[in-house]
């Protein structure tokens, strides 16, 4: 590890240090012993490096979930803090909030860590404090967060990258540079081996910040960031002349569920809760995790993009279940695909469309319409930037190329963050796609590339890629421009690898495709009446139409009742009703669901009617009792210990042979304590599934506890959220586990002791229909 000479820049020796700290642990493999003791190591020469850093957060920013305003050399002193540069459109960025969270579960901020999101724009949209706001709500962000929107700390602390972690001392010494997504293990070690260090110098705090979390509150549209809408379809052509019900599917992502309603409102099914979670099974048991894209497969089926789980689901209105048919909750980096159901694993889905087609192998047919058609399922992979399918049935495709039903497949890019159009579709390159929507007659599905901004489609004769409007040419530019990674690069590779030029070619203009400018589009929707792209210019807050036929762009402007033009919040979703006159919009920061008239222009709100309502609702999911268990004997502990340890393991056994916890999904557990005095180093996690099916706790009683003159303490209070399948069939499983503990002398001899250290184990056997509590 090299230290900084004189001229040399601090912070770029952090990197080059810490990208050769990772090399060396890659190279230890999976040796727990040997990977601490490279960073005890490491720790001990930057320790005694120890310069702090001379960046401070500027007076006059903007600051989320805390009351006041934090400084390194203040309210973080004494923390290791974890500086998270990020920006809100990065879907790497997302990608490693839940491993923060996991991070923050394991160590408090009273343990000494604190977690603060620098959030560093790149689009001009992105440096508003309200838009970070609800972006911070959105993800459920819990730790402080500070809207640097002129990227001071960003360049005073030589930031190249989004996203990128850097870890400091309790001085505000550096300690560790990450950059890219993907390195939760290397980040845990780095965090949990800093505080340790720190606490053995007596440097670690255990003073609490000032937090209060950012919320809007009761909505009084009842929807929480709707993302996506689409419209059912029937056998007829257009669907205009049939006289089957118009449904529509809404993501009500902030909810974590999804809406079915009618044109006029009214809600005719909830299918999710407003807990996130990934579960499959009937409408009030299945759970999503910030669903996004929705399409129907005729009226009866609705596919949807399940964000943050990692998955697409399938609701059948019919039996009124949902099931998973890629993905099993967790983020997979696979670019070629080919396997089916939960082997598949997917990188955020953000978009679904579904498109028929006959087989694609030459044959000759005297008459066409009496020729299958083939359903595939198009998915827009924000995670990796790529485009996917599921071949619904066995389907011959591009080149003559075989698929068997339910395999899922990446069919269009390279799975590089680029805008990169050519014939080819695996040489293509698109930049976090998120919205689709298919030309039927013209046989293309037009994307909304967000980070490129542009609309642009593909071929579905042949997969051949080209641009609509927005965005640039294909030049390559100087390695100045940020980068966005989705894993982690050598320095070297960081300060000199090109980057497409179009990432950055956004504005508010409107023109004929290259010389159109957007800005972070999400949306994207095709009809056929008038032969337009109408999409959601979400960070200009602007729907916006492409006449396909001249790829000339322009903004649509609608007038609400009393004649003034309609400001939109972020909109994210939009979709076409089947007369094509109608236009459904999520304006998802607004909360709301809006109807275009596109003849005159006029808008409205689509005031949503719940059957039964949303207010019941909650108060019933809130007073859900669970079961309480007690084992056939207390925890004994002596009376007069100087100290006291007592260990609990709780072993999770399943008597039937086909139950087991899901995969993937949360499995929840927090504890009570019988009074502050005592204490544990966590108190509420999920069980690790890989490590087995154990919960191991060490909790510390107080010395010489009071109780011991005949008054026991409160019974310790441990309660388990548990996500459970048998065959096909998910269920969860709330209990809570109450644990008398006894101060008695008669067991253990009423006499002083330096130390008395106790242990229980516990079998929690568990199956559909109950859950008991042995002990043996």
């Known amino acids: 590890m090299s230290s900084s000479p004189e001229g040399q820049d601090m912070m770029e020796v952090l990197a080059c240090n810490s990208n050769q700290l990772a090399d060396d642990l890659v190279a230890t493999g999976t040796n727990a012993g040997k990977r601490q003791k490279l960073v005890l190591d490491y720790l001990k020469v930057a320790d005694r490096d120890g310069k702090s850093v001379t960046a401070e957060f500027p007076d006059g920013l903007d600051w ?3 009351t006041e305003a934090l400084t390194l050399q203040g309210s973080l002193r004494g923390k290791v803090v974890v500086l998270d540069f990020f920006t809100y459109c990065c879907i790497n960025c997302m990608h490693i909030l839940p491993n923060l969270k996991r991070l923050e579960h394991m160590y408090p901020i009273e343990a000494g860590l604190a977690v603060v999101g620098v959030h560093s724009a790149k689009f001009k949209n992105e440096k508003d404090s309200n838009n970070i706001r609800a972006a911070v709500e959105r993800y459920e962000i819990s730790h402080p967060v500070v809207n640097d929107n002129v990227s001071a700390m960003w ?41 340790r260090f720190y606490k053995e110098k007596g440097e670690i705090k255990p003073h609490p910040l000032p937090l209060n979390l950012a919320g809007t509150g009761t909505i009084a549209s009842n929807m929480k960031f709707p993302g996506k809408i689409a419209c059912s379809v029937t056998t007829a052509d257009a669907g ?26 009214t809600v005719l099914h909830k299918i999710g809760g407003k807990q996130s979670g990934f579960l499959d099974g009937n409408f009030s048991k299945a759970r999503f995790n910030a669903p996004q894209g929705v399409a129907f497969q005729g009226s009866d089926v609705v596919f949807v993009a399940d964000n943050e789980n990692h998955a697409v689901r399938r609701i059948d209105l019919k039996t009124q279940s949902v099931s998973t048919i890629a993905g099993n909750g967790t983020q997979g980096n696979d670019r070629t695909g080919g396997k089916s159901g939960r082997d598949q694993l997917l990188s955020s889905p953000w978009d679904v469309a579904v498109y028929s087609t006959r087989d694609l192998d030459m044959s000759f047919h005297a008459d066409e319409a009496s020729v299958p058609s083939k359903d595939v399922l198009l998915i827009a992979m924000a995670g990796i930037h790529q485009i996917w399918a599921i071949f619904l049935e066995d389907t011959i495709w591009w080149k003559f190329k075989k698929y068997g039903a339910g395999t899922c497949w990446a069919i269009a890019g390279s799975g590089h963050e680029q805008n990169r159009n050519t014939s080819y579709p695996h040489s293509a390159a698109f930049a976090q796609p998120s919205g689709l929507a298919i030309n039927r007659v013209a046989k293309e599905v037009y994307l909304a590339d967000s980070e490129s901004s542009a609309i642009r489609k593909i071929s579905l004769a042949d997969g051949k890629v080209m641009a609509v409007a927005g965005g640039d040419r294909n030049p390559l530019v100087s390695k100045r421009n940020p980068l966005e990674l989705n894993s982690s690069p050598s320095l070297t590779e960081h300060l000199f690898r090109s980057v497409p030029q179009d990432l950055f070619a956004f504005g508010d203009v409107d023109g004929k495709q290259y010389a159109a400018k957007f800005q972070h589009p999400l949306g994207v929707a095709y009809n056929p009446l008038d032969g337009c792209v109408y999409f959601a210019d979400t960070y200009n ?4 139409k492409i006449d396909v036929t001249t790829n000339c762009a322009t903004t649509c402007e609608f007038r609400e009742a009393d004649g003034s033009a309609r400001r939109f919040s972020e909109p994210a979703g939009l979709c076409l009703d089947r007369s094509g006159q109608l236009l459904y919009i999520a304006d998802t920061n607004n909360h709301e669901l809006l109807v275009a008239n596109l003849a005159d222009c006029s808008i ?37 210990a100087g100290q006291s340890s007592l260990r609990l393991t709780f072993n999770l056994s399943f008597p039937g042979q086909t139950t087991k916890l899901t995969d993937g999904a949360p499995q929840q557990w927090s504890l009570e304590l019988p009074s502050t005095e005592w204490g544990c180093e966590c108190t509420k996690g999920t069980i690790d599934t890989a490590a087995g099916q154990t919960l191991q706790l060490l909790i510390a009683p107080p010395a010489n506890d009071a109780s011991m003159n005949g008054n026991d303490p409160a019974p310790i209070a441990l309660n388990f959220k548990l996500n459970l399948c048998e065959g096909d069939i998910c269920f969860p499983k709330e209990f809570t586990v109450l644990l008398e503990v006894q101060y008695t002398a008669k067991e253990v001899g009423h006499t002083n002791v330096e130390r008395y250290d106790a242990q229980e184990t516990y079998e929690v056997q568990l199956s559909r229909e109950k859950v008991s509590l042995q002990q043996p």
């Open 155 to 195: 360049r005073k602390l030589r930031v190249q990258c989004w996203p990128t972690l850097m870890i400091l001392g309790p001085r505000a010494n550096p300690l560790f540079v990450i950059m890219g997504e993907g390195n939760f293990e290397d980040l845990k070690l780095y965090v949990g081996s800093a505080i």
């Open 240 to 265: 205009k002349d049939s006289n089957e019900e118009q449904l529509f599917a809404v993501s009500d992502s902030g909810n974590h569920r999804v809406l079915i309603i009618d044109s006029a409102g």
């Open 64 to 66: 989320f979930n805390v």
């Open 541 to 544: 807050h602007k729907i916006k």
């Open 604 to 640: 409205r709100p689509l005031k949503l009617n719940f059957r039964v309502p949303e207010e019941l609702d909650s108060v019933g999911e809130n007073r859900r009792s669970g079961i309480t268990l007690k084992p056939t004997r207390p925890i004994t502990m002596h009376p007069g």
